[in-house]
C-alpha cells in the first residue's frame, strides 16, 4: 500500500492541473507507478512527463541499449515497480532475456559484448560511487559519440529518479509484472 494515496484521474487533482492528468493518460494510457505520485505535484508531473517523451520517440539512444542502462540503473535502485514497467519495454525493443537475467541477478557482465557489458559497468559505476572510470567513458564516447553519452547517462539517470519516487512512496509493482529477487 503506498504511504499517500494515489493520484488516479482528474478528479484527484484541481480543476487547473486536470489538464496534466490528460497528458499523463495520453502518454501512459492511465494514471499509474511513479506518476501517481509526481501528480501531487501537477508542474513537476509535466516536466518529467516531457522527459518520458524524450526518451521514448527523440533520444540518439537505441532503444535496446538505452533499455540496459535504464534497467542496471533501476536493478541497483531495487526499485520493483520500475523494473516491471521496464522489462516489458526491454523486451519489446529486442533486449536479449540473458541480458535481462544477469540484470536481475545483479551478474557479472564480463562475458556480454562490449557494447553491452560497457553500458552496464559504466551505469553501475555511476549509480554505485557517482563517478565512471575513464577507461569505460572513453570506450563509450569513442564508439557512440558525446551527444549519445549525454542522452545514455540522463536516461540512466532519470529512471533513478523514478525509482526513488516509488521507493519512497512504497509504491507496489504491478502484480503481473516481472519480480525482483527479495
Known amino acids: 500500500m503506498p504511504r499517500v494515496a494515489p493520484v488516479t484521474g482528474k478528479s484527484d487533482v484541481p480543476a487547473e492541473h486536470q489538464a496534466v492528468v490528460d497528458s499523463v493518460v495520453k502518454v501512459f494510457g492511465g494514471v499509474r507507478g511513479p506518476f501517481s505520485m509526481l501528480l501531487h505535484s501537477p508542474k513537476l508531473a509535466e516536466r518529467m512527463l516531457a522527459l518520458v517523451t524524450f526518451f521514448r520517440d527523440e533520444t540518439i539512444v537505441e ?44 551478474g557479472d557482465p564480463g562475458k556480454l559484448p562490449a557494447e553491452e557489458r560497457d553500458i552496464v559497468t559504466y551505469t553501475r559505476q555511476l549509480i554505485r560511487a557517482n563517478r565512471v572510470d575513464q577507461p569505460v567513458f572513453d570506450a563509450l564516447q569513442k564508439r557512440y559519440g558525446t551527444q549519445w553519452l549525454v542522452e545514455l547517462t540522463a536516461a540512466a539517470n532519470y529512471y533513478t529518479l523514478l525509482a526513488g519516487v516509488v521507493n519512497a512512496f512504497e509504491v507496489a509493482a504491478p502484480p503481473d509484472g516481472d519480480t525482483l529477487p527479495v
Do not use: C, F, H, M
Open 63 to 106: 532503444p535496446k541499449l538505452r533499455s540496459i542502462a535504464i534497467l542496471t540503473a533501476v536493478r541497483e535502485r531495487e526499485a520493483a515497480y520500475v523494473w516491471a514497467a521496464q522489462v516489458g519495454a526491454a523486451r519489446r525493443n529486442g533486449l536479449r532475456e540473458e541480458v535481462i537475467d544477469l540484470l536481475r541477478a545483479k
